[in-house]
């Protein structure tokens, strides 16, 4: 049996098809609409989070006439392989998954050369498998925790964490307080009780200032504490920040025309990489498409976006602030950074599917 392609012989194959095709290529039948699967997890953490996403990801789609075929799935491996059987029934041209993590929990149940977009919130560096076709997709949520922590740094701002219980399963807090000892203080941490009402939590929020903090922030992607912690923090004259998928504070985060949903966005990147990527193509093939969808580059929901060399679609990030003009970031987390959290990670993810790792 030949070995797979590597993604290097992807991209060399991508240069030399217009040579190839030389000027038949204008005699060629133009592609075919694109047969597409996508696989969201059947319930969530993150209210709102999926059907954000498979919204912002028909529109492209539609207009471009491609097809799309939705499953849905538990967050367990055997689930989730399941279901990836049945998505995969018809054949699609390309398997698009939502939720950090899926393709290694899918492991061998994805047939070889299929091209999948894992796509997802970014909250880990998590191991991608040396698979030809794996591309990725993400809010970049891991690295826009370490930016926000590397800007407090900056600032010198005695600091408090306050991490809601999903995201303390994450490599989210790691990846702020790495950012943030590069010349900050993190004074303190608590994950934040499920049940606590405004009485505990200001209770909780003094003892932070008490200890020395005079900012807070805030990890509740899902924003169950959110506006209670804003009240007391004012109340309390601490400033805020909060993480990438949350709102009403400074963040770090790809920008976005203002009220769309994060979710939405992403799913319209992902829909609008795929419809250019199968546009450029006389005939649709599993090589032919990855290799269009590596060499993307184009203006997206989120920005200008570009394909890293290891398939990562990447949006330009800034620092937002209500009330001010957002701050490009060029920065972004070093090398070194993403492997202490790679090697510290000793789990896989599934977010944004309810079950949360422990």
């Not at 009240?231 to 769309?260: C, F, I, N, P, Y």
Request: charged share 15%.
């Amino acid at each position: 049996m030949s070995p797979l392609p590597s993604r290097r012989s992807l991209l060399k194959a991508a240069a030399v098809l217009p040579a190839l095709l030389g000027p038949a290529r204008a005699a060629l039948p133009g592609p075919r609409p694109l047969r597409l699967a996508v696989l969201l997890p059947a319930h969530e953490s993150l209210p709102g989070f999926t059907a954000a996403f498979l919204a912002g990801l028909q529109g492209p789609l539609q207009a471009a006439g491609a097809g799309l075929q939705v499953t849905r799935s538990g967050p367990g491996p055997a689930q989730l392989r399941r279901a990836a059987a049945q998505a995969l029934a018809g054949a699609p041209d390309a398997l698009i998954t939502l939720g950090d993590g899926v393709p290694e929990l899918l492991g061998e149940a994805l047939p070889p050369g299929l091209p999948v977009i894992a796509a997802g919130p970014g909250a880990a560096p998590t191991r991608r498998p040396a698979r030809a076709g794996l591309l990725g997709a993400s809010l970049h949520a891991w690295e826009a925790e370490w930016l926000m922590g590397a800007e407090l740094a900056r600032r010198a701002q005695p600091t408090f964490l306050l991490i809601s219980p999903l995201d303390s399963g994450y490599d989210l807090p790691f990846a702020f307080s790495q950012g943030l000892a590069r010349g900050g203080k993190l004074v303190g941490s608590a994950v934040l009780d499920p049940a606590a009402g405004p009485q505990a939590l200001g209770t909780q929020l003094r003892a932070a200032r008490e200890s020395g903090a005079r900012h807070l922030h805030l990890q509740d992607s899902a924003q169950m504490h959110a506006a209670l912690v804003r009240r007391a923090a004012q109340r309390l004259g601490l400033s805020l920040s909060v993480d990438s998928l949350g709102h009403g504070a400074e963040q770090v985060r790809a920008q976005t025309a203002q009220g769309l949903h994060p979710a939405a966005a992403l799913g319209q990147d992902v829909g609008r990489w795929l419809a250019q990527a199968s546009a450029a193509l006389p005939a649709l093939s599993p090589l032919g498409l990855v290799a269009a969808l590596s060499g993307a580059s184009f203006q997206g929901a989120r920005g200008h976006l570009q394909v890293t060399p290891d398939g990562l679609l990447r949006a330009p990030l800034a620092l937002v602030t209500p009330g001010r003009a957002p701050q490009p970031l060029a920065q972004r987390p070093p090398a070194g950074a993403l492997l202490d959290t790679a090697l510290r990670s000793g789990h896989l993810y599934a977010f944004p599917h309810a079950a949360a790792p422990s």
